[in-house]
């Protein structure tokens, strides 16, 4: 069974961090991209970067450049397992929002900014991060 599951979210004051987690099971995400997003109440979802797994090539939202960075740990990924990391630093009040990861089907895509065009077709729960 595929499955995303994020984790990691809370409450912090701005100008602190947190890092979120996002743990991939049920397939293998080698060759996959996978994408944050947020989404704030009464608003459209944004994306906040797009990472093609196999080689770390990663895009991020003009929004998050410099401050945000993801990361992966790939220790598990022969058992159909990989866990990729958000690291939210210097965050402010309008990074409130609800965190999403999410992963396309196998792709040869290669880059992220060819995985911000890719089709996500499987998707975590969220978790919630408030910054105030």
């Known amino acids: 069974q595929v499955q995303l599951v994020e984790s990691g979210g809370g409450s912090v004051q701005a100008g602190r961090s947190l890092k979120l987690a996002c743990v991939g099971s049920?397939?293998?995400?080698?060759?996959?991209?996978v994408g944050w997003f947020r989404q704030a109440p009464g608003e459209e979802r944004e994306k906040v970067a797009d990472t093609y797994v196999n080689n770390g090539d990663t895009l991020y939202a003009d929004s998050v450049k410099g401050r945000f960075t993801l990361s992966q740990d790939n220790a598990n990924q022969d058992n159909a397992k990989t866990t990729l990391y958000l690291q939210m630093n210097s965050l402010r009040p309008g990074d409130t929002a609800m965190y999403f990861c999410?992963?396309?089907?196998?792709?040869?895509?290669?880059?992220?900014?060819?995985?911000?065009?890719?089709?996500?077709?499987?998707w975590g729960q969220g978790t919630q991060v408030t910054v105030s």
């Open positions: 049920g397939f293998r995400v080698k060759n996959n991209c």
């Open positions: 999410a992963s396309s089907e196998p792709t040869y895509c290669g880059s992220g900014a060819c995985c911000a065009r890719n089709t996500y077709t499987y």
